[in-house]
């Protein structure tokens, strides 16, 4: 029975805390739903914060899952208050991970955002462009998806538990599809995603019959140049010219789908062309 | 006993209730969500079989190696504790296409050499195959591998009433026994010959050189310029690899429990085109750059592996073309290579 093998890590068993930034709490809703899974994480750890689960509430914790992006200068202060508590920060989820699509905002002044969402009430908040936490601060291991990839978290939470690295991976969603033998979007005409987008999801959307929305943000040289031609080519064989003809879509609706969750930092099309070399 | 009879359509589901007694059977089966589509799995009743299908995303050979197969559990005892997860259940393939049935023999050479794979062949040697013909589309070029029957027990093509069944090999002829069959008419035996003289007329796509020509070729030209124009359009997502029924790459990784105390070995299908491929130990890539990974793909189908086995490992099956949502079409890029390399000769 080594069960309690985490506790060499941190010298007992490890608190764990869960704090969220600008976001719609979806991630720590997910972490609810694994259930089963959740438990038998329980017996390694012991949570001592956890708004959306529990009212106790701890200032000392060992490893903290953050989700959610930073969006005001409090929240700077607070994510840094938090990494100097944590000896392991985590970001849970897209929000925390790339900005997620609160980005969407960053297309607009500051100024503009203020007015238009608080009007006259504007003046207590501190609003600055929507970023990742790893914008501010070091990040040890991070977890993607809206909401977060649950096979990814239990992965992250082993890899913490077991004092091992996590790289996310950097392979396109393609990759579990064909490993799932899911039959591809493009095959009914529809666009997808996955080809340029982070895996690490399973493939949930395309093993549902869904297209992939890039909800884990693009793989490190994704090849967005690719997709704007390959959707908007003149010649094509029978699927793709399928897709083509039905959709029309031009580079500027391309790269709006693409914008929807990657926009930091924000990505020109012109960036997309270059190659990995 | 002769070489050919005939088994009516309902003759047919009869048999392969009988099969799915006898044990599990493996074949196209449509899916649930996507009608008129099909998978190859586990077929519950004879009624889920879709023998006639157009070309699968998945090749058969997940039959013998599934995309993710743990091959063993373990235990971090000491000594540490290890369970073989080794499946000894003998089963039935049914409706593998012609190209797939090249494919399966393909990954038979492959993996018997030294050193030879071990999970693969023991899998084969637990598997009775039953091939079925097709009708193939603007993907398929499957010139060589059309007619072949080598790899399959019985062989099924579509006639009026049923099908035109094969005996191939004593296994086959054995699996018979479960079946009500009747002798072949000679109207029977037309229905398969203009069946298989339509199929060879529907091959429209071809690689425009023999095999051996290719492969020389690919060995005297550069065509660095071509790699890097269809390396603009390529994502590295390596669907022209996970589709592929000889593609036999796979990754190794051991998966802990929460409390690192046990887990498993598991194997999972890889791809060459996948930018972390040839990532070795102290960060060395040795393909690091896109246009390297996709001449690497065609150097291995048409050159390395036809120097090694004779003949080039595609079948034809044009599953990597269907499956790139790029559309990078294997014939399409094989035929401007050729045409570059006659051209630069000319000129
Ligand atoms: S990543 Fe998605 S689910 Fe998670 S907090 Fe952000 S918006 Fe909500
Ligand atoms: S459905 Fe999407 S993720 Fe799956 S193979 Fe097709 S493009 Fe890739
Ligand atoms: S398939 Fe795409 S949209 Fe769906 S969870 Fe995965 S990355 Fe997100
Ligand atoms: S399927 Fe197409 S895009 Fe994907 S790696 Fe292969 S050639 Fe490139
Ligand atoms: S290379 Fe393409 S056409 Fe050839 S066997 Fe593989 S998937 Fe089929």
Known sequence: MARESAIPRFGHKPQVAFFDFACCEGCQLSVLQLEERLLEILEHVDVVTWREAMTEQSSEYDIAFCEGSITTEEDVERIKDIRAEAAVLVTLGSCASTSCHNELKNQWSMDEVLDVVYGDDAGQIHTIASRPISAVVEVDYQTFGCPVSLPEFVKVVSAILTGQSYEPPNEPVCVECKRNDYLCVYEKGEVCLGPVTRCGCDAICTGWGDACQGCRGLMDSANIGAMLKALTREEAHSIMRTVIDRHQLTEGEIAAKLRIYNNWPEFTLEEAETDDD | MPTEV???????DRFVTRLIEEGPVMGPRERRKQPGFAKFDWIESADELMLQYTTTTVPPKKAFFPPRQPLFEFELTVPPKITPLEEATPFTLV?????????????????????????WPAARARARIIGVDCMPDEYCFCFDTCAGREGCDLFFTPIEHGYLVEVITEAGEDMLRLSDVSRAREDDLNDARNFAAEKGQRITAGIRSSAGDFADILEEGTFEDLWREIAERCYSCGSCNTTCPTCFCFDINDEFDLGLTAGRRVRTWDSCQLQEFALVAGGHNFRRIRWQRVRHRWHRKFLYLYREFDHPYCTGCGRCSR???ADINIVDVSNEIIERARGSEQS
Request: aromatic share 2%.
């Open chain 2, 95 to 119: 409706g593998v296409h012609t190209c797939d049935l090249a494919g399966l023999n393909m990954l038979d050479d492959a993996y018997a050499k030294e050193p030879a794979e071990a999970v």
């Open chain 2, 6 to 12: 005939v088994m009516t359509s309902k003759a047919v």
């Open chain 2, 323 to 325: 499956a790139c949502t």
